[in-house]
């Protein structure tokens, strides 16, 4: 396999990378930053209980040999974890807290109501039902499917998971608004997370620098970029959002605002809605909230602003919560990336996939 890769392939194989090109396209340099930080004792407490309680569940699985049926729910252990690291309130305040089982099962069925998806709990981002009549983000629906190992199976009602993902659900706004977080929660007694804080910190150094600079943040969680929007517009930073559920005539007229507004200096954005299909060289910096164990995901969201009519040096900040599952996630999108570079093919959507090795890793 190694000498098709070095010695046929290249001699039949025509293959132009945007780094072998990068002299061609004269793109400006990129510096990507990993900025760790550490809870505070509030934070730290929470994720730990909450650490404890999901490697319990996980190790019953492990001993029953009952891992790759159980499936679901530790991708759904995984998520409430990552959202943790972001802010406590992604998971006080969601549709349910899949930190046991049973309370999982309970709220699994609330979970896909009410513009919800299944998976994540969060608003619907590009969404798309099951035949089994259950609502998803597609991008949360595609990495579930991706992930297991077998025949997947409705992560709701245990069935048979068939989705016709060329048709998508049309979301009501209204409805979207009436499930967001901030209606979820006391603003009177908002509290910030580390990570917050740690955005805005970055946020006033950015435009201490340069006050004509513009931002993109990119979280996987739409609540994160609620919680992140109310935060910042407290403190004096105008942003604007994008995510799944808006029209396309909105995401447009979102887009003309952040690109011709000089007030606006963030652009909050879903991993989901944003990663592709997107030209905002008007900025310079991105921020990316939470890792994803796909490193080819977060290189796109990158190359929204590194690309053709960039003028500018980039500047890449990845936010990481120093001893919690998110270091973790790095190193597995180490090793995947160096398994994926030296495969022929190249196939990015293994890059995506959580084999049962890396869930082990993942909760060790």
Not at 275 to 288: C, E, K, M, P, Q
Request: charged share 25%.
């Amino acid at each position: 396999m190694d000498i098709l890769r070095k010695e046929v392939l290249p001699k039949i194989l025509l293959r132009r990378t945007k780094v072998q090109c990068a002299d061609e396209l004269s793109l400006p340099p990129r510096t990507v930053i990993v900025r760790k930080e550490q809870f505070d004792e509030r934070e730290q407490d929470y994720y730990e209980s909450l650490y404890t309680q999901s490697q319990a569940t996980f190790s019953t699985y492990i001993k029953a040999g009952t891992l790759v049926n159980n499936y679901a729910h530790v991708f759904d252990l995984l998520i409430r974890l990552r959202q943790a690291v972001n802010h406590p309130y992604l998971v006080v305040y969601s549709a349910s807290n899949a930190a046991t089982p049973a309370v999982a099962l309970d709220n699994k069925e609330a979970g896909s109501q009410g513009g919800l998806c299944g998976i994540c709990r969060d608003p619907l981002e590009d969404a798309v039902v099951s035949r089994c009549g259950h609502d998803f983000c597609r991008t949360c629906l595609v990495d579930f499917i991706d992930g297991a190992a077998e025949v997947a199976v409705c992560p709701i009602c245990t069935k048979k998971l068939t989705v016709d993902l060329s048709q998508p659900l049309v979301t009501s706004s209204r409805k979207v608004q009436k499930t967001g977080i901030m209606q979820r929660i006391d603003k009177s007694v908002f509290q910030s997370s580390t990570k917050i804080e740690a955005v805005r910190e970055e946020l006033h150094n950015m435009l201490s620098n340069d006050p004509s600079a513009k931002c993109i943040l990119f979280s996987q969680f739409t609540s994160m970029l609620d919680l992140v929007h109310y935060r910042l517009n407290q403190v004096g930073i105008k942003t604007v959002m994008l995510k799944g559920s808006m029209s396309l005539a909105q995401r447009d007229a979102t887009i003309q605002q952040f690109t011709h507004d000089h007030h606006v200096k963030c652009f909050l954005m879903s991993l989901k809605a944003g990663g592709v299909a997107l030209n905002l060289t008007v900025a310079s910096h991105v921020i990316l909230m939470d890792p994803w164990w796909n490193p080819a995901v977060e290189q796109q969201a990158q190359d929204r602003i590194h690309r053709l009519g960039q003028f500018r040096p980039i500047r890449v900040t990845r936010f990481i919560i120093g001893g919690t599952i998110e270091e973790r996630i790095l190193k597995l999108q180490e090793k995947k990336q160096l398994v994926f570079d030296g495969t022929v093919g190249r196939n990015t959507e293994a890059l995506g996939r959580l084999t049962e090795d890396d869930l082990k890793f993942l909760f060790a």
